[in-house]
Every structure is written in C-alpha cells, then in structure tokens.
C-alpha cells in the first residue's frame, strides 16, 4: 500500500504487478471449503413458567 492509496497487485503466475486505486479495490474470496461453511439451526426460546407470590 503506497502513501496516496494505491495498492500494488501481483499475478500469482507471472509475478507482474501494477497499482491500482485502494477505493476501487474489492477482496475475493475463492470457493470455501466445506469445513469454512456452517450452520446454525434457531428455535422460539422457552421460558419457564413465572412462579406466584
């Protein structure tokens, strides 16, 4: 990251990089793997009875 807000990128394949403008830049994110992905089931919470005084 430059002191302007530019951003330099590299090619993985070539090594090449070039500057791009940090506000333009957006992340990506590649396929997740099974073990990044979960799930959370939600239920109506139960209360127990109020007692009497």
Do not use: D, M, Q
């Not at 430059?2 to 506000?23: D, L, M, R």
């Not at 590649?30 to 990044?36: D, F, I, Q, W």
Request: charged share 25%.
């Amino acid at each position: 990251i430059f002191p302007y807000g530019a951003v330099e990128i590299k090619s993985e394949e070539t090594n090449k990089g070039f500057k791009v403008n940090g506000h333009r830049l957006k992340s990506f994110h590649e396929n997740p793997s099974a073990a990044t992905i979960e799930e959370l089931s939600l239920e109506k919470p139960s209360y127990p009875p109020a007692a009497a005084p």
